[in-house]
């Protein structure tokens, strides 16, 4: 959570409470907190898949995505939507323009840098000085630095889990975690999509996943329909559950390559075949 809270008001009892927004871990590895504005809730009386989210920039690196809504519970029983305020501030300054002072820090211009007039430019290639040269006098062919390749990408940075207390915190680190595998555009599926038999559909490009929230054990038939309709969108299927899968689901799973993980109560998804264990590996 945010060290720096708001006190928010129930429209409906003006009832008065401290909330404090999640912090969600951005792609770069700092922290995203939602800019809630202080004392402005709406009450929440229906809630749809398009407003339940909502695009938060990262002050760090800039990237924008997007995010669980931030939600709070009264004491009346009214759920109250918190007000985002737009990200206009925090916008990091532009390559080139972080001296405030305006002082020109520019390195002088190559053969200017000497005040006495003096010549120091080094020699020119070949000319430099006798030790370039080989045992026979004849110039050495051996470069004086060779670049080493690079033999592996950038290690991401480790994943940040939010504790689950409830079935849309089980879709929220869904989210997350397919974000942290390097899908960035993740979202929940739409009206006009294709609906699970049971549970919450997450999409991105590239990938669909297959969220269980329930206290229940995920079927051999939600994770057939979950790789239909990922192959009819050339897509990754992956399924996670916060309860496990049946025997059958999991032997399907695995003779149709589907990524299986649980989700447990800290928030760490766990790979409980290959393919899941092959995705957490290489990520997107």
């Not at 995203?32 to 929440?44: D, E, F, I, Q, S």
């Not at 005040?115 to 030790?131: F, K, M, N, R, V």
């Not at 994770?223 to 239909?228: R, S």
């Not at 050339?234 to 059958?248: E, I, Q, R, Y």
């Amino acid at each position: 959570m945010a060290k720096d809270g708001v006190l928010v008001r129930c429209p409906v009892c003006r009832h008065e409470q401290a909330y404090a927004p999640p912090a969600f871990p951005c792609v770069c590895g700092k922290p995203v907190v939602p800019p809630v504005r202080h004392g402005a809730a709406v009450p929440l009386t229906h809630r749809t898949g398009a407003d339940a989210w909502v695009t938060v920039r990262c002050t760090a690196c800039g990237r924008s995505a997007d995010w669980p809504r931030p939600e709070l519970g009264c004491a009346c029983g009214t759920v109250l939507r918190i007000v985002v305020a737009s990200d206009e501030a925090g916008e990091p300054p532009a390559h080139g323009d972080s001296d405030p002072a305006g002082t020109d820090t520019e390195a002088p211009a190559h053969g200017d840098s000497d005040p006495a007039g003096t010549d120091t430019e080094a020699p020119a290639h070949g000319d430099s000085d006798p030790a370039g040269t080989g045992a026979d006098g004849h110039p050495s062919l051996t470069p004086s630095h060779i670049p080493l390749p690079r033999t592996a990408p950038t290690p991401r940075p480790a994943f940040r889990p939010l504790p689950v207390r409830s079935a849309g915190d089980a879709v929220t680190t869904a989210a997350l975690y397919l974000r942290w595998l390097g899908y960035e555009d993740v979202r929940e599926a739409g009206p006009d999509e294709e609906r699970p038999p049971s549970g919450t559909r997450l999409a991105a490009l590239g990938v669909l996943a297959q969220v269980e929230p329930a206290v229940r054990e995920t079927s051999l038939r939600d994770v057939e329909c979950a790789w239909l309709t990922a192959m009819a969108h050339s897509a990754t299927c992956v399924c996670f559950a916060l309860c496990d899968f049946t025997p059958a689901a999991r032997d399907r799973a695995d003779e149709l390559d589907v990524a299986l993980f649980r989700i447990d109560l800290s928030g760490t998804p766990e790979p409980l075949n290959g393919a899941a264990d092959e995705l957490a590996a290489t990520g997107a």
